[in-house]
């Protein structure tokens, strides 16, 4: 129960210590007196709630501060004059719990009285009082239980809601009618009504707002957010009709949702309501609201009120369970409930709590966020729920400083928090929920939850699941699709199809889903039917037909006899269509309607055809028979002898009346021609005064005389078409209409015209308009195709597939893929299915060839083609482009060699290896070598291995074979001073030798040479020498097979040979070993030394033949060379195409062969002096033995030549070479293609060799730079095609290019040729313009001029010794990474303006580095520019008022009057600036005669003046530059306006002698008809009207006008005289019988009611008091009530005196009250003498002018109040600049914060920037 506080104002006592406690009343001062001891303090009495004022409420408003008891000494400056002491403290609370009041007092210290209050009130306590507290009300009502009443005890309840004293005790006796007031005033915060916050206090009712503030008058809103602006709930209206039968007795109307409000439903009908519920808990119940009161239903109460014919069931809410309103049935009538309630929107944004600081100290800052939330669950939910909601706002995030205090001097430095706004606290992360289990009427769906860690690299991570603890987890099931599922809808139903007996009744059935929209998915079977039977009470007493008498429904019958077109309803109705025009012209016709069956769908609000059969009534006529006036004039004439008869007794009579002509009637029609009757009145002849008419004689009566008036055309007006079908079916579509401006200019003719909008005066009606606006169904939307994965071989594109839904404001709203019910549109798909063109695949770079300095690399390459399915396949290398020389093999550099005889290192040992390569010829007892290299020895020979080394001792040395540990044997020597011995050398000792001297090791292969010149294979597995030999005498030719080299340049074996792991390193020299033993070109004595049998087989001594030893002595016994040597073979055989290897590989081993015994003959010669040398040297001539590489090329090729029928013809190829440049002396160099050439000061000759094949046979031609080499006594051109360069000078320095041409195409090759090895690049000196090609290819030096979008290669060809380094430039800014070509190439894809500027390739070496440029201009070409306002600004700068055109592609046209000026415009952009040059009649405009013309604004704007008929025509622009040409044309056209007689407009008549033609005057420009306007200075031609339709009229009744209404309201009477006449062609208008008129048109009538509305007037009461709110000084308002009244004193609705001026019901009056006005104390002292922030205050109070009293503010409001601060010394303080106080400033300008006061003036700077 709640803690009823004591009443304490009832306790309070004061003693008085000589000052006063004072106490305002309303109406003045009460004062205790002095005098007494003590004195009771009166309790103070509030203003009332009706008259609360400002000044009070301030008070009020302010009381909840609390004060410190302290500051009662300390007074404010405004308490010192006023003589008040401090407020004392608050008191306690008058209740605990549900809103209570506490009160503050204070004391006056003057001996007079103290102006102001010396108590103020606040609330305290509010919060809800728990459920079993009680009504506070009731338990002060309960109080007075145990005290008696008129001498008995009662239990008394509490009675609320006095409207007379609601904050009186009043209280009503349990069981009885027995209401008693038990006390005068209820306890401080007793509520004064139950249903508001207002609560009483000593015994007045006081306002208190929904923020429990007491004078606060801010209220809920209908979703009950205190001062909300009703965004967070929606209002829901709607109505259900009852679809209840004897199967279905129970329907449900609506599910009003937990939480909804102000709920309402009114049912009529004899149907009856009851409540389901449900909590959230799911516990349900009912309620079946058998009987009228109030009731409370899972806490929410519920008030039910049920009348014979109707139920109203209101709940205030917020609901605490979703109620489900069902509907039972009770009678055979159909009931309807609407029904109106606030729904809440459920998901809303919430604001989460700050983050953690992003430091521990020295000042960090946190955020917020916002989550979306769900008020149902109490949990939160993905944001995808809130963003449905458009009403729904996310709020910003909030940015705070925190943890500002300075971090210890122990720690040194900042500690930073893991967590910042960079790197997010770990969170939950959802996998997208599964599909629905159900696709309506609720379902579930699942997902997985796992907490996730986002790193400064955005990687995300799974961690434990306690690091995202600090929120709660994201829920892992969910309902889904909990709205109804479509549900049949039945209209009302139609009445009765007959008006007695036994008929049909329709109705309209849709099918409607949760959202109240037609849709489909209802089930069929339950579908209500949409015809039934139907009875009339009535007894049909007509004969019993066999269909039912069909009623004939009023608006039925109304629509044939008025022809009214029907308005769709919302019941199926027939709609005619308007009626046809007539089929014929003249005579009797027909004309023809659609009728259609059709139904107003109300929640689309658009138009449904149904069948026929869905209509009830009768079919309105779809034709009927129309009569469109009589042919050739035909019509009832009468007989000269019926005339005779007519008028002969007449003719004798003279009366003093007749029948005269006075004046016409107004005209029919205002505009098109209409008619004009002639008025008869009956005069007196004599007095020429009208007569009543029955006085003159009816059948002398003159003819009806009509004339055609208002002839000019209508003016215009527009005429509009029909709506187009909506655009979309959803969202929001657009609907399309005509409208055009029109005039009639005939109305006879039906003649209608269409003009310029311009002519039509009113505003135009709007031709398009928003349809279908409500959401769409989710569905899939699909992005653009990416682009393809690859260019061609079959690639895959991928398109994002989004679920998505179409919202009524035409945005779209992304949603999860659970929501999109179809299947998924495809997201990726095969894309360029065609084959690849071929291309060169390349392997990894080898290892450096050498070991320390300067070395190459080298790879292989294989040509190969993606086929269109995607897979590899090796081809012909023919197929591929020609492999640069570069792409294949690339020097290396590693650390610098040490020099001989300075170690590297002190201490460390080194081995002095020799790289040499041997090949035994002949057999030699004993051979030494040095490790190192390689040896292909005969067998049976001794060979001594040394293993010279330094900074080692020789005993240490050790050796292995294959691997293996080597001691020494009876075959083998290991001698302690380091070599080896091998005694006779057999197969088993070939092998791989190492030598070990410390860390340094060194190798040395040996390989035999077996009797066939063919190398020996080494045993792989053999034990022994005995086992060896057995395997010899077994099979003798298997021994000694042919070594198969496994690197695959010369071995035709497949892959896996080329890469297996039986590559052995000794074995990459024994192919070209192979070849040399196999040469051809040994002299012939040689061979019988390779025909030596094996010993082992001979058993023969081991000594040579003398003879044949004397016989060969020149040949050396061992052939050496240097390794190197055969790398650069092996190098320049890798870079062949496959099918030259063969040929290629024969020339470099006989030229190698060549070499080594060159180099043998000069060893020889230097060895053996001429006296010494036995047999002259053996000649060996270079053609027949030993052929060198360009004469057996030559030879080949003739060959070729000769054989061309036998060998294929082939385009020209040069072969390349890798061998660097051979110094054959000190002043000689020659060199092939490919290499750099270093000149050096002593170079005296320079040989660059260049050999193709081809077929026919190539011609060789050389350039240097670029242009032909001119040879002279210097340059020559060898007999072998190559070039010598004698004597070179620093001019031959460039690159030389051997250029190979035949039949079938060409092959060129470059040498550079620097000096001393300074870089080189190779230039070109032009300018390269494109505006076709897609790609170009251009070298350095040269300026490319382009279009877009053109893929732009620049080459930069290098060379030096060592090699240049490249690096580009682009204006002169280093290129980051650039995309290279191949040899430092640049490659520019798709240009665009943005890559124009100069770029620059640089090439540096050692010795030097080179620049060159090449300038890369974007050409633009002349266009059409897509903005016209600079052109156009240019033609208004130009001439303001000249007309102008502008030209285009196209042509353009611009009509001018003669002797005009005029502009043409040349709209053109394009880069470089286009030239402008003018055309006319396609000859430039100055060499035109008599054109006076000046071309302004560089040739885009083209005056031409004095224009006359030589001057029109087509002129012509022509915008041309490098990329192209633009035309673009514009004819002028000099005409004038004239007028033009056209054919006779229609007959002003169709019969009489009134009808006339007047010709149509025309205004025409070039045949075409224009405005009239155009020719109001050309004089008219004059036209003449002609008679027509002259002949006899058929009769036809006349009528006059009206005549004046009897009475001016209340009802009365007008009339018109009607006669039949017939108007002859002579003009003369006779009457005739009524008969003819009859037969032709029923009479018009001649009488009838007019003025039939009541005769009213505005009646006023007398004025009231002028008590009204102030307006001004003195000035008040004063009322009187105005009402509307019949003469008879009948009052009416106002509308029923509209048309009358209604008098004022409002005055303005003087008034004592109002004279008042504001007054203001001086200003107190600034808060700051610098500064923004200093403010000064002072009192503003509103006074009575004769009391200079206080009155309320209200009475001041006519006046502006006076401000009571300001802001002042606002001025800069000094040294005080604007600059950020927090290092945070940068975020808070992200977060878009500098708008918030708070964090401007902290980041003054950065928000100043902003």
Known sequence: MARLAAPWHSRLLARILGGTWCLLYVAGQVCGDQSQGAVFLREFTLIRRESLHEDFLSDLLNSHKTEDPSSRTARSE?????????????????????????????????????????????????????????????????AHNDVKHHGQFYEWLPVANDPDNPCSLKCQAKGTTLVVELAPKVLDGTRCYTESLDMCISGLCQIVGCDHQLGSTIKEDNCGVCNGDGSTCRLVRGQYKSQLSATKLDDTVVAIPYGSRHIRLVLKGPDHLYLETKTLQGAKGENSLSSTGTFLVDNSSVDFQKFPDKEILRMTGPLTADFIVKIHSSGPADSTVQFIFYQPIIHRWRETDFFPCSATCGGGYQLTSAECYDLRSNRVVADQYCHYYPENIKPKPKLQECNLDPCPASDGYKQIMPYDLYHPLPRWEATPWTACSSSCGGGIQSRAVSCVEEDIQGHVTSVEEWKCMYTPKMPIVQPCNIFDCPKWLAQEWSPCTVTCGQGLRYRVVLCIDHRGMHTGGCSPKTKPHIKEECVIPTPCYKPKEKLPVEAKLPWYKQAQELEEGAAVSEEPSFIPEAWSACTVTCGVGTQVRMVRCQVLLSFSQSVADLPVDECEGPKPASQRACYAGPCNGEGPELTPEETDGLFGGLQDFDELYDWEYEGFTKCSESCGGGVQEAVVSCLNKQTREPADENLCVTSRRPPRLLKSCSLDPCPARWEIGKWSPCSLTCGVGLQTRDVFCSHLLSREMNETIILADELCRQPKPSTVQACNRFNCPPAWYPAQWQPCSRTCGGGIQKREVLCKQRMADGSFLELPETFCSASKLASQQACKKDDCPSEWLLSEWTECSTSCGEGTQTRSAICRKVLKTGVSAIVNSSLCPPLPFSSSIRPCMLATCTRPGRPAT??????????????????????????????????????????????????????????????????????????????????????????????????????????????????????????????RKASPKEALQTHKHQNGIFSNGSKAEKRGPAADPGSRYDDLVSRLLEQGGWPGELLASWEVQDSTERNTSSEEDQNSEQALWHLPFTMVTEQRRLDDILRNLSQQPEELRDVYSKHLVAQLAQEIFRSHLEHQDVLLKPSERRIPPVAIPPHKHVSGFSSSLRTSAAGEAAGGSRRPHRKPTILRKISAAQQLSASEVVTHLGQTVALASGTLSVLLHCEAIGNPRPTISWARNGEEVHFSDRILLQPDDSLQILAPVEADVGFYTCNATNALGYDSVSIAVTLAGKPLVKTSRGTVINTEDPAITVDVGSTIKTVKGVNVTINCQVAGVPEAEVTWFRNKTKLGSPPHGHEGSLLLTDVSPSDQGLYSCRAANVHGELTENTQLLILDPPQVPTQLEDIKALLSASGPNLPSVLTSPLGAQLVLDPGNSALLGCPVKGHPTPNITWFHGGQPVATVTGLTHHILAAGQILQVANLSGGSQGEFSCLAQNEAGTLVQKASLVIQDYWWSVDRLATCSASCGNRGVQQPRLRCLLNSTEVSPTHCAGKARPAVQPTACNRRDCPSRWMVTSWSACTRSCGGGVQTRRVTCQKLKASGISTPVSNDLCTQLAKRPVDTQACNQQLCVEWAFSSWGQCNGPCIGPHLAVQHRQVFCQTRDGITLPSEQCSALPRPVSTQNCWSEACSVHWRVSLWSLCTATCGNYGFQARRVECVHARTNKAVPEHLCSWGPRPANWQRCNVTPCENMECRDTTRYCEKVKQLKLCQLSQFKSRCCGTCGKA
């Open 78 to 142: 405004e308490d010192r004059d006023g003589l008040w002491d401090a407020w004392g403290p608050w008191s306690e609370c008058s209740r605990t719990c549900g809103g209570g009041a506490s009160y503050s007092l204070r004391r006056c210290l003057s001996s007079k009285s103290c102006e102001g209050r010396n108590i103020r009130y606040r609330t305290c306590s509010n919060v809800d009082c728990p459920p079993e507290a009680g009504d506070f009300r009731a338990q002060q009502c309960s």
């Open 906 to 1031: 002190k201490h460390s040992p080194h081995i002095a290896a020799a790289r040499k390569i041997y090949i035994q010829t002949r057999r030699q007892r004993k051979l030494h070598f040095v490790v190192g290299g390689f040896a292909y020895l005969l067998p049976k020979t001794a060979v001594v291995l040394r293993c010279p080394t330094r900074r080692f001792r020789k005993p240490l040395i050790t050796w292995e074979k294959d691997g293996q540990h080597l001691i020494s044997s009876a075959h083998v020597t290991v001698a302690p001073f380091g070599y080896l011995k091998i005694h006779r050398l057999k197969p088993s000792d070939a092998g791989v030798y190492t030598c070990s001297a410390g860390p340094a090791r060194e190798q040395f292969v040996i390989k035999l040479i077996g009797g066939n010149r063919k190398l020996v294979a080494r045993p792989l597995s053999l034990r022994s020498e005995d086992e060896a030999l057995a395997v």
